[in-house]
């Protein structure tokens, strides 16, 4: 899995031997932040139908466009649309799973775990006010940790991201100096008051965190694990310290009021409770309303009604939140209401 994450336009056109259906392939892209799930899912649909599924994880911003463009059977974003860019494109969305966004570092002597960081701190470090690692905003939350008086590298996203989205939207929740200088988005533009780096996807800002004594950048946790990377402790909103673990990132998605969120748009971000993860974000698929291609439509949906219901197993082995059965109730029932071929016919029942 280890040398799939590192790919910047990662396929999972898998190999099938059942029959007729070896021959159909669905075409999505999109997100770097679900990839690892949606090879899992794509590598035993693959085994069990013969189902192909070809995904370019070129980054929340691609996806948008792609599927605005209809040159793919399905987008993926982390950044969820507003009802009315929906409305406006003919599209729909819908989650497919959640996960958790970690700040990660690379500095000797400091272990996965150890460090300390609030959000007001992490804001604080992107915007180049806190330069140094032994900083004294960065030692009063470490005082056990030997920190090296080396400069800050703050690693970023340089596509247009749904990670950065998540990860703005949270320091823009947490910092009112993040707020007024930066704010949210999946592009923005980075304070150069910090010594910024710019990685593409999820990989790239692994990659040159690894690579780069000194850096800090923020990833989807699937990422942190596979490549070994020092993930932090995070002070949540109840003011606790929290380390990144499935049981964390559950309890921040529990609070998550999925019923009231028009068009499935909904920010998990900063939520309450005394063991919940601070930045966590759910990940979603983009599709057209009204299908020129009904059949290609109904492989999507039908591969994804196989994640809820049998890929939960592989989800949560990679630290990703599935979706509570409530809310995959109400995006089948969305499917069956909204997307239909050009003469009105259901595409999926």
Do not use: C
């Not at 075409?27 to 590598?43: I, L, S």
């Not at 929340?60 to 466009?65: A, L, V």
């Not at 710019?198 to 990659?207: D, I």
């Not at 529990?254 to 990940?283: E, I, R």
């Amino acid at each position: 899995m280890k040398t799939l994450l590192q790919g910047v336009v990662l396929s999972m056109a898998l190999v099938g031997t059942h029959g007729a259906f070896a021959d159909t392939v669905i075409n999505g892209a999109g997100a770097t932040f679900p990839y690892p799930v949606y090879a899992k899912w794509a590598e035993e649909y693959n085994k069990e139908t013969g189902i192909k599924l070809n995904y370019q994880a070129i980054g929340s911003g691609g996806g948008i466009k792609q599927i605005i463009a209809n040159t793919v059977d399905f987008g993926a974003s982390d950044a969820p649309l507003d009802q009315s860019e929906l409305e406006k494109e003919g599209l729909v969305q819908f989650p497919a799973v959640m996960g958790s966004i970690v700040p990660v570092v690379n500095l000797p002597g400091v272990a996965a775990g150890q460090m300390k960081l609030s959000g007001t701190l992490l804001a604080n470090i992107y915007l180049g006010k806190v330069k140094f690692w032994d900083d004294g905003a960065i030692k009063s939350l470490n005082p056990k940790l030997t920190l090296p008086h080396l400069p800050i590298f703050a690693v970023h996203r340089s596509d247009g991201s749904g990670t950065t989205f998540n990860f703005t939207d949270y320091l823009t929740r947490v910092s009112g100096d993040w707020q007024a200088q930066v704010g949210t988005g999946k592009e923005v533009a980075w304070p150069k008051a910090a010594q910024q780096l710019g990685g593409k996807g999820n990989a790239g800002v692994a990659n040159f965190v690894k690579r780069t004594k000194g850096a800090i950048g923020y990833v989807e946790f699937a990422y942190a694990n596979t490549n070994a990377l020092t993930y932090t402790q995070m002070q949540n909103k109840a003011g606790a310290f929290v380390k990144p673990t499935m049981d964390s990132f559950q309890a921040a998605a529990a609070n998550a009021d999925w019923a009231h969120a028009p068009g499935f748009k909904l920010m998990l971000n900063d939520q309450p409770g005394a063991t919940s993860w601070p930045m966590t974000a759910a990940t979603f698929i983009l599709m057209h309303k009204e299908q020129a291609n009904p059949q290609a439509a109904k492989e999507v949906l039908k591969f994804f009604a196989w994640g809820y219901a049998k890929g939960d197993d592989l989800a949560t082995s990679l630290e990703y939140v599935p979706m509570p059965d409530s809310v995959v109730k109400m995006v089948e029932t969305m499917w069956t209401a909204q997307i239909k071929g050009n003469d009105g016919s259901v595409v999926y029942q």
